[in-house]
């Protein structure tokens, strides 16, 4: 049986993924130290879902499905050596890295924030690259990135799945031929460890021959999975408040409370999308399909559909009745882009994508109405701003919310 290593196991999608590959056969150890559960308290946040203990969700899969998953609790960013000993004890075919602070509004919040996203998602990865290199292991890397590291400027091209050919002029007019990881432009804190975590990947894969995939993920939209929904203890995470609360799911959220869909500026953000279940759907496809010790990064664009904030906030008005708000946008951002982006590995590969056509917004929104008594409604608003030139994101009558 192989073994996968899942770094921040916990999480909005490394908890899924988890399950997921543990019901296709792999033996999956997670590691996490819960930041993003002490990150809440911090904030005075909830998940809208109740999410039990580490304890009582890996006791309520194996009553599930009686297969085991292994915890180990510490840092990764942090505690090197306690990685190396792990590594070296389990030797894992694959290596899954989804231990970054992953939200892009809190990595703008203030100083401390700002760097703690580069300590953490910069150590993290560099510790699980050094680590494997001075093993002299040889697992597969698989990391969760994001669509957002090319920013949003709308530049007319496709964005191609990680590189792009480059020609450039040199003496005696020849031509040069180049593959260049294709230009970054990443818009946050947050966007800007992804994209440096491409120039480790990349130095990591040429000098040392380690295979890595960079999963390049769109807005994650959705909260249950087959397996999550095998039981309430297993219930994933559902972010909805102004700093990690992803745009579809605080839509839904919002509806769900009677609060106005909170559109930012003119809504004309342009967006990839994917369902948490195709999110695990696509790590199981990256497991089962490895890159060759070529020196390159395998890199894929992980998302199945584009859309504006806009039409979003359309869609959920018209099935739940919610009014809509456009609110000062306290990001840093262009009003309106389009967005072109290339799948075609996944689709090669066999992912049949779920849409927003396809019922389970309904789904999700029978999760936001089940557990709307939950809700904070002061931590709705997005309120932490990428310059002092932005304004929060706050419905300004008082009472319409």
């Not at 070529?294 to 806009?310: A, W």
């Not at 994508?353 to 931590?379: K, N, S, V, W, Y």
Request: aromatic share 8%.
């Amino acid at each position: 049986m192989e073994n996968i290593l899942i770094i921040g196991g916990d999480g909005f999608c490394g908890w899924p993924t988890a399950l997921h590959l543990s019901q296709k056969g792999y033996a999956v150890t997670i590691v996490d130290n819960f930041s993003r559960r002490q990150i809440d308290e911090s904030l005075g946040a909830n998940s809208l879902t109740p999410i039990k203990s580490m304890n009582e969700r890996l006791a309520a899969w194996k009553e599930a499905t009686g297969k085991d998953i292994a915890f180990e609790n510490f840092n990764v960013a942090a505690e090197y050596q306690r990685l190396e000993e792990l590594l070296a004890e389990l030797k894992p075919s694959t290596i899954i890295h989804f231990g970054e602070q992953r939200a892009a509004p809190y990595s703008m919040k203030g100083i401390s924030q700002k760097r703690y996203t580069v300590s953490n998602n910069i150590g993290a990865t560099h510790n699980v690259l050094a680590a494997v290199t001075q093993l002299k292991l040889e697992p597969h890397i698989i990391h969760l990135g994001t669509m957002g590291v090319y920013g949003y400027d709308d530049d007319g091209m496709e964005i191609p799945e990680g590189y792009l050919k480059v020609y450039v002029p040199g003496d005696d007019n020849q031509i040069f031929q180049r593959d260049i990881l294709y230009p970054t432009n990443p818009g946050s804190v947050y966007h800007m460890t992804k994209s440096m975590d491409q120039l480790l990947f990349q130095f990591y894969a040429k000098n040392d021959r380690l295979r890595i995939t960079d999963l390049h993920q769109g807005i994650v939209w959705g909260t249950q999975t087959e397996e999550t929904r095998l039981d309430d203890r297993l219930i994933n995470r559902f972010d909805y408040d102004g700093d990690y609360g992803t745009v579809l799911n605080r839509f839904l959220m919002q509806a769900a409370v009677g609060h106005p869909l909170t559109v930012h500026g003119t809504g004309g953000q342009t967006r990839a999308f994917i369902h948490i279940q195709d999110t695990v759907k696509c790590l199981a496809l990256a497991v089962a399909n490895p890159p060759e010790k070529d020196g390159q990064v395998k890199i894929l664009n992980q998302m199945t559909e584009t859309h504006t904030v806009r039409y979003l906030a359309e869609i959920v008005a018209k099935v739940s009745g919610a009014e809509i708000a456009n609110v000062d946008n306290p990001r840093n951002e262009a009003a309106e882009n389009d967005l072109r982006v290339s799948n075609k590995t996944f689709i090669t590969l066999g992912l049949n994508p779920i849409t927003l056509e396809e019922g389970l917004l309904e789904e999700t929104q029978d999760i936001a109405m089940r557990f709307a008594d939950r809700c904070r409604m002061h931590m709705i608003p997005c309120v932490s701003t990428w310059t002092e030139n932005q304004r929060p994101g706050v419905v300004q009558d008082p009472q319409a919310a």
